[in-house]
């Protein structure tokens, strides 16, 4: 099977496996994990904050992101297609007891012109507006990039407005493999960033939640709360340490796989493909096939491909170390075959 569903389907390198079966470990509730300190200490390094937190999963790091900026009964702006909004179970509403306000964008990629509208002040009538979240690269835009002067602008002016910014960079080390920018220039004037090791990166587990050290430690309450605290978890934080040196050279591989795909699917392009892959997702949209999702995936299938269905009628392809550029040309070719069907 070539296994385009998601970048989460990963497995772990042979030097991950080895530098798991060497951890150092000690009790992390404690903080007396030494592979989670290192992982901890060198991500707030990459990015230039004071401070990180090692979390299980990508969804517990928004969730605990949108909680250090909030309070119950605000409002947090994000586009409408956002990750928070329509894949974390809630979790705006259920953990933080806030509004999410959804603004329409062509591909996810937030302006503040966009925002600034939106924006609700304390006057006793509206929910007020507390945050902003910024998703880069956006997964259902079709992994679409932010320019960072874009990043910085709405920083600048939600932080004037009294806003709080997090960016929801599951993918953060694709977006800086494809725009040559630092990790650390990218998330220079955010509050607060996650990012995911097990996507792209190809770690087993975890999730890296930074910002400054006082709301770090205002996090790993909330990690705690949430039953986040992890024991002798150096065993998942040794194959992060692995995945943060060794995989980001390879995104750029996956990236030019996705175009390659993209192209070869590419039968009257401009109509079934949302965009022209910028990192290392591919979505394209059935409609005009007449088939259901469901029914799409299944030929697919049962040609060796698997993806995903997100949304209505569009289709997700994403592409990983798992899958060759061979692979990609086949699930390519078997996907226009499907669709001038
Ligand atoms: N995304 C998953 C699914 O949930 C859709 C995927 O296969 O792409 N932010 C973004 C932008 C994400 O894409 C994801 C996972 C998360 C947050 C949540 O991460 P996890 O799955 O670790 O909770």
């Given at each position: 099977?070539i296994?385009?569903?998601?970048?989460?389907?990963?497995k772990?390198?042979p030097?991950?496996?080895r530098a798991?079966?060497?951890?150092?470990?000690?009790?992390?509730?404690?903080?007396?994990?030494p592979?989670?300190?290192r992982?901890?200490?060198?991500?707030?390094?990459?990015l230039?904050?004071?401070a990180?937190?090692?979390?299980?999963?990508?969804?517990m790091g928004?969730?605990i992101?949108?909680?250090?900026?909030?309070?119950?009964?605000?409002?947090?702006?994000?586009?409408h297609r956002?990750h928070?909004?329509?894949?974390?179970?809630?979790?705006?509403a259920w953990?933080?007891?806030?509004?999410?306000?959804?603004?329409?964008?062509?591909?996810?990629?937030?302006?503040?012109?966009?925002?600034?509208?939106?924006?609700?002040p304390?006057?006793?009538f509206?929910?007020?507006?507390?945050?902003?979240?910024?998703?880069?690269p956006h997964n259902?835009?079709g992994?679409t990039?932010?320019?960072?002067?874009?990043?910085?602008?709405?920083?600048?002016?939600?932080?004037e407005?009294?806003?709080?910014v997090?960016?929801?960079?599951a993918?953060?080390?694709?977006?800086?493999?494809a725009?040559g920018e630092?990790?650390a220039?990218?998330?220079?004037?955010t509050?607060?960033?996650?990012?995911?090791l097990s996507?792209?990166l190809?770690?087993?587990?975890?999730s890296?939640?930074?910002?400054?050290?006082?709301?770090?430690?205002e996090?790993?309450?909330?990690?705690?709360?949430?039953?986040?605290g992890?024991r002798?978890?150096?065993?998942?934080?040794?194959?992060?340490?692995?995945?943060l040196?060794a995989?980001?050279?390879?995104?750029?591989?996956?990236?030019?796989?996705?175009?390659?795909?993209?192209?070869?699917?590419?039968?009257d392009?401009?109509?079934?493909l949302?965009?022209?892959p910028?990192?290392?997702?591919?979505?394209?949209?059935?409609a005009k096939?007449?088939?259901?999702?469901?029914?799409?995936?299944?030929?697919l299938?049962?040609?060796?491909?698997?993806a995903g269905?997100?949304?209505?009628?569009?289709?997700?392809?994403?592409?990983?170390y798992?899958v060759?550029?061979?692979?990609?040309?086949?699930?390519?070719?078997?996907?226009?075959s499907l669709?001038?069907?």
């Amino acid at each position: 099977m070539i296994d385009l569903r998601s970048d989460t389907v990963t497995k772990p390198t042979p030097a991950m496996r080895r530098a798991m079966a060497e951890a150092e470990v000690g009790d992390d509730v404690y903080g007396e994990d030494p592979t989670v300190r290192r992982l901890e200490e060198r991500v707030a390094e990459m990015l230039g904050k004071q401070a990180s937190l090692f979390l299980p999963s990508g969804t517990m790091g928004n969730t605990i992101g949108i909680k250090l900026h909030t309070r119950h009964g605000e409002e947090v702006v994000c586009d409408h297609r956002a990750h928070i909004l329509d894949w974390e179970m809630s979790m705006t509403a259920w953990f933080s007891g806030c509004l999410a306000r959804p603004v329409p964008t062509e591909d996810g990629v937030l302006r503040w012109s966009d925002i600034e509208p939106v924006v609700r002040p304390r006057t006793g009538f509206p929910a007020p507006t507390a945050m902003v979240n910024i998703e880069h690269p956006h997964n259902m835009g079709g992994g679409t990039l932010f320019p960072i002067e874009g990043i910085e602008t709405i920083c600048d002016h939600a932080h004037e407005r009294g806003l709080k910014v997090h960016m929801d960079g599951a993918r953060l080390f694709n977006a800086v493999a494809a725009s040559g920018e630092t990790a650390a220039r990218i998330v220079a004037k955010t509050d607060s960033v996650m990012f995911c090791l097990s996507k792209g990166l190809g770690a087993p587990v975890g999730s890296m939640l930074a910002g400054d050290a006082a709301t770090m430690a205002e996090a790993r309450l909330y990690r705690k709360r949430l039953g986040g605290g992890m024991r002798q978890a150096g065993i998942l934080a040794a194959a992060g340490l692995v995945a943060l040196e060794a995989s980001p050279r390879h995104l750029s591989d996956d990236h030019s796989n996705a175009r390659l795909m993209a192209e070869r699917i590419g039968v009257d392009p401009a109509k079934v493909l949302i965009n022209k892959p910028q990192t290392n997702i591919v979505i394209f949209d059935i409609a005009k096939t007449g088939l259901l999702p469901a029914e799409f995936l299944a030929r697919l299938k049962s040609s060796g491909i698997l993806a995903g269905s997100v949304g209505g009628s569009r289709i997700r392809l994403v592409t990983h170390y798992d899958v060759s550029r061979q692979d990609c040309i086949t699930a390519g070719d078997a996907i226009a075959s499907l669709l001038k069907a």
